[in-house]
């Protein structure tokens, strides 16, 4: 459950509505939810810490469901990813989300070369198809696969053998590149993220909660600083999520970090708030 003020889909009394949305009745109507197109995606900004330029977005599935209102990603991707529904699911969202990207960059040049970033749940990651279909709606949109960011979780690819590493090795091959998303809860050995074809590290919003207001504690800073050294050492890029606050921002720009993500530049929106965004420069 995430914290009061958070998304706009939270309501007073979220135990309520976890009891009242039964797990049953959500997982059964799963299937008939996507062909009535009732999910729809919201884009959250991805900054440049450089220039404060939105070069991208991430793709945050949501379902506007005709009882419960709108559903946040936590209340059914487990349920979709135990059903296998998030299979078709997560291509609907990939072909969505790279039409979207297509669009922005045919139409808001403005926006410069926008890159769109989505995710890939454990069970797409071992889906046989995942290579050849996301070949095929980058093919299908005409976007490069130089524009697309594929979002792994840390847990996901802890212990990851070659059979599971290697769609992402050759998607990343063909250009499409990897993150690691969440990375910092999974307790994964460093040494580990040579051997992941990754080129991009989200650091989790954990990491950078202790520096939403000053004095910063100075073991975090550290923390961080380590993880950004490791990281550029390896030749990635940092993203950071969660940055709520200027301070954060400045904290985190300050210790190398290439991009960022949170509340403080947008909160996750429709498309067309992107557009505002490309002409007042996010910061
Ligand atoms: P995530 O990939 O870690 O996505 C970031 C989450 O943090 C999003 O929650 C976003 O709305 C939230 N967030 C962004 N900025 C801030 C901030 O400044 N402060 C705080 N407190 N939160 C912030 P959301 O949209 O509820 O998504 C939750 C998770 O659901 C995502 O976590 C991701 O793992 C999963 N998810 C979302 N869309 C998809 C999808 O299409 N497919 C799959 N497989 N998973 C998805
Ligand atoms: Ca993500
Ligand atoms: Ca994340
Ligand atoms: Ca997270």
Redesign the pocket.
């Known amino acids: 459950a ?2 009061a003020g ?2 706009r889909y939270e309501t007073a009394d979220p135990e309520a509505d976890a009891r009242a949305i039964t797990r049953h009745g959500l997982t059964t109507a799963l299937p008939a939810a996507l062909e009535r197109g009732e999910f729809f ?2 884009y ?1 900004p991805l900054v440049d810490m450089c220039d404060g330029k939105v070069h991208g977005a ?5 379902w506007c469901h005709p009882q419960h209102g709108v559903l ?3 209340q059914f ?1 487990p349920l979709a ?1 135990h059903t296998g529904l ?1 299979i078709p ?2 291509r609907w ?1 990939l072909q969505e989300a790279v039409r979207q990207a297509r669009y922005w960059q045919e139409h808001h040049a403005d926006l410069g070369p926008v890159r769109i970033n ?4 454990p069970t ?1 990651l071992q889906h046989p198809g995942l290579v050849k279909e996301t070949v095929a709606v980058l093919e299908g949109s005409g976007l490069a696969p130089g524009s697309l960011c594929l ?1 792994v ?1 840390e847990s996901a690819l802890i212990g990851a053998d070659e059979g599971l590493l290697r769609p992402l090795r050759q998607l990343a091959e063909l250009g499409v590149d990897i993150a690691l ?2 990375f910092g809860t999974g307790y994964s050995n460093l040494a580990n993220l040579r051997r992941l074809p990754v080129s991009i590290l ?1 650091l ?2 954990s990491f950078t909660k202790g520096m939403q207001h000053l004095p910063v504690d100075p073991v975090d800073l550290k923390i961080v600083e380590g993880i950004v050294s490791l990281a550029h050492s390896l030749e990635l890029a940092v993203t950071v ?4 606050t200027g301070a954060q921002a400045d904290q985190l720009r300050e210790l190398g970090c290439d991009t960022a ?4 530049y947008a ?2 929106g429709p498309p067309e708030k992107l557009h505002a965004l490309s002409l007042a420069d996010a910061v």
């Open positions: 995430k914290s958070g998304n995606i919201e959250q991430e793709a945050l599935v949501r946040g990603p936590d991707i990813e998030i699911l997560g969202v989505v995710n890939l749940s797409q979002e979780t998303d969440d989200k989790d919003r999520e969660g940055v709520e993500q949170g509340w403080y909160r996750p």
